[in-house]
């Protein structure tokens, strides 16, 4: 079972940054997309940004300048480094992959990890 694991968020005040970080657990394996979604209160889940395997980024027009994605394919792991945070990106920030493939083998799949929360707040 793949199991995503996200960390970084917290509590900041406009202007700040924060790191997230999303691992998969185990190895010899991979996904053909990775990213990052988030939902805010009262709102829909929203994509944020994805990368693909061979580095494709699709991204929210209110992020970009803002927020830069970036994936470790080696260490199954998708990063989302926030700058000049906002107080409207505030929300439960959830990891997401998709397309296992494991020893050259598409497999499919959809996976999320848990959420980690951004509060963006004075």
């Known amino acids: 079972q793949v199991q995503l694991v996200e960390s970084g968020g917290g509590l900041v005040q406009p202007g700040e940054s924060l790191r997230l970080s999303c691992a998969a657990s185990g190895s010899d394996f991979g996904f053909s997309n990775m990213g990052w979604y988030r939902q805010a209160p009262g709102k829909q889940r929203e994509l944020v940004a994805t990368?693909?395997?061979?580095?494709?980024?699709n991204s929210k027009e209110s992020v970009k300048g803002r927020f830069t994605i970036s994936r470790d394919n080696a260490k199954n792991t998708v990063y989302l480094q926030m700058n000049s945070l906002k107080v409207e990106d505030t929300a439960v920030y959830y990891c997401n992959a998709e397309g296992l493939i494991i020893a050259g083998l598409s497999l499919g799949g959809n996976y999320w990890g848990q959420g980690t929360q951004v509060t963006v707040s004075s």
């Open positions: 990368i693909s395997y061979g580095g494709d980024i």
